[in-house]
């Protein structure tokens, strides 16, 4: 039977967000329950994560938290505080950006030289020489797989950024499990096949939520990190209208193949962003390799109203435009015969920056519109949420003076009023590169 409980914050979502949510607001002392309608935590879009580390942001705030974020990746198991399992792993290997041709690196390069990212500028034979598994020929501009002109010729040759310390998660959802269990170890609930269907209000105040078994929370905060279904959560509270920027679910499709001989992980791998033929790849431990795509301009924009009316498996279509295009810079990339790979949704802003804010309703909190490429984030998001629930529910108005979150690794300060709600635009990308 429902029984109702009190608790000091509830977070909607068991993701990685909400779960490094639920463990810096309860190892800080206050008592949480994590709610996720889903039946494992860490299943929703986080479980399809391609789990990319890399630092390439527009907004220099992006790249101090992608930046604090991997120190935290490389000291998982300290950052957890506690671990009774398998934990996931930080496979270091290594970015490579190739751009786009007329790219102005100049921006991305002064935030790396301001925050202190290591990178290096490859020219097309120096990659050649440190990657001999690619093609470095110029393909632009992405082509569908269909498209006549797919094959046609190189016309130039790509050069490269290059930064040491990118690589990926090997895997997304046991990242979510380990904060989540280090959350419960530290005496958060979580309650799972739960579904929050209101989240009462008592005038400007949030009063706590109800699930769908008619059980009542009640807090004086909860966080919205409810993924690809943010903005269902935030039309129940009523905020809708005080956001000028929003979200929206996107399907996104990656594909799945062998890891090309030369190219895998410990042989010769690296992350592989390509901007030049539209996707981004990387190896998997056990021998797979993942692409997913760039949002290049002749790739469809599959926008979901309801991500969960949506098919979860790879389209072939897509699969053949991803594999096809990895295999012109991997030439030893074998196709394979059938479709093979996931499908999911990010939760994406106008300017593909994320949103970590609070609203007008008095306790009401968000961390969404993630858009794609926030995984990597999720250590420094636990602190972000934190730092400025401590100083909201102090008394500090955030949107007039932005809280300033430090960084312990870094020594950087990152400012919150790039993650605004209300904010300009942050970034033109348009894209999953944020
Ligand atoms: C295909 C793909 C590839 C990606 N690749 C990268 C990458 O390489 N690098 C990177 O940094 N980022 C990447 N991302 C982005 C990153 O994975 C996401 O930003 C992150 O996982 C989002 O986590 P989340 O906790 O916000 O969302 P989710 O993991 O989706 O969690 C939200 C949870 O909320 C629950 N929920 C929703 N509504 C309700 C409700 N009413 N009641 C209860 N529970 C509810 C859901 O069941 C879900 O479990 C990728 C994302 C996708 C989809």
């Not at 490389?74 to 934990?87: K, S």
């Not at 979510?176 to 170890?185: E, F, G, I, S, V």
């Not at 401590?390 to 312990?408: K, L, R, Y």
């Amino acid at each position: 039977m429902a029984r109702d409980v009190e608790v000091d914050a509830v977070v909607i979502g068991a993701g990685v967000m909400g779960s490094a949510i639920a463990l810096e607001l309860q190892r800080s002392g206050r008592r949480v329950v994590a709610v996720d309608k889903g039946e494992a935590v860490g299943g929703g879009s986080t479980s399809a994560s391609s789990a990319v580390i890399r630092f390439t942001y527009s907004t220099v705030d992006g790249v101090i938290a992608a930046w604090e974020a991997m120190h935290r990746w490389v000291l998982w198991a300290d950052y957890l505080g506690f671990t009774d399992g398998p934990v996931c792993q930080f496979h270091r290997i290594g970015k490579l950006h190739l751009p786009e041709p007329g790219y102005d690196a100049a921006p991305v390069l002064s935030h790396f030289d301001a925050v202190g990212v290591p990178y290096e500028m490859l020219d097309s034979a120096e990659l050649a020489r440190l990657y001999p598994a690619l093609d470095t020929g110029c393909f632009h501009p992405p082509r569908l797989a269909d498209d006549p002109q797919f094959f046609d010729p190189a016309h130039g040759e790509v050069e490269a950024l290059y930064m040491p310390d990118g690589g990926f998660i090997d895997d997304p959802q046991l990242a979510a499990t380990n904060l989540m269990d280090a959350a419960r170890h530290h005496g958060a609930e979580v309650r799972l096949r739960r579904r929050v269907v209101e989240v009462t209000r008592s005038d400007d105040q949030v009063g706590g939520v109800v699930l769908d078994d008619g059980t009542s929370i009640t807090a004086p905060v909860v966080v919205n990190a409810a993924g690809p279904w943010s903005s269902q959560i935030n039309a129940l509270a009523g905020v809708l209208d005080d956001m000028q920027i929003t979200t929206r679910a996107l399907r996104q499709d990656v594909a799945a193949a062998e890891a090309p001989a030369g190219f895998g992980v410990g042989d010769g791998g690296a992350v592989v962003g390509d901007m030049d033929l539209g996707t981004y790849s990387r190896p998997q431990p056990g021998g797979s390799y993942l692409i997913g795509g760039v949002e290049a301009p002749c790739d469809p924009m599959n926008w979901s109203e309801d991500p969960d009316a949506d098919q979860v498996t790879s389209t072939a279509e897509m699969f053949e435009t991803l594999v096809y295009r990895a295999a012109r810079r991997i030439p030893a990339l074998e196709v394979p015969l059938r479709p093979m790979g996931v499908a999911s949704h990010y939760d994406v802003t106008e300017d593909w920056t994320p949103i970590y804010d609070r609203t007008r309703l008095k306790g009401y909190y968000l961390a969404i519109g993630t858009s794609g490429n926030q995984f990597k984030n999720a250590p420094v998001v636990g602190q972000i949420l934190h730092d400025l629930i401590a100083a909201c529910e102090a008394g500090h108005d955030h949107d007039v003076e932005p809280v300033q979150v430090q960084c312990h690794h870094t020594g950087q300060t990152l400012n919150l009023g790039t993650f605004s709600r209300n904010r300009r635009p942050a970034s033109t990308s348009g894209t999953v590169m944020g």
